[in-house]
């Protein structure tokens, strides 16, 4: 029983893994919080996907799992870590960050700003 709840476990993870980069990269530095948002937010951006795509017309009954994909790991761990840095380089650059939001400002204003008038 424990093995069957193992499995499903990984399958589960697996398929997030597949499908959120983020999920796949080095967790060793990133808070036990920070952990449980990502894996949450993943799940449920997942389940939506999946809500999303259901055929509510498809026949279940001749459902079958498919085989589970053989991943083969074509970069070493130093080159992954390297990229790693990167882009929590990237994250942490607050100058992006700014003018994003400045952006998202200026067009909620012109859009919305003239509501009251």
């Given at each position: 029983m424990q093995e069957a709840c193992r499995k499903d476990v990984e399958r589960a993870f697996g398929v997030l893994q597949s499908r959120f980069v983020i999920v796949k990269g080095p967790a060793r530095f990133l808070r036990k919080d920070t952990l449980l948002d990502i894996m949450s937010v993943c799940i449920i951006m997942h389940n939506m996907i999946v809500e999303?795509?259901?055929?509510?017309?498809a026949d279940i009954g001749n459902w079958?799992?498919?085989p589970?994909?053989?991943v083969e790991m074509v970069i070493d761990e130093t080159t992954r870590f390297r990229e790693f840095l990167a882009r929590h380089q990237q994250i942490k650059d607050k100058e992006p960050h700014f003018a994003l939001?400045?952006?998202?400002i200026e067009h909620l204003w012109e859009h919305y700003g003239n509501l009251g008038n």
């Open positions: 999303d795509e259901r055929d509510l017309d079958r799992e498919a589970t994909p053989e939001r400045n952006a998202l």
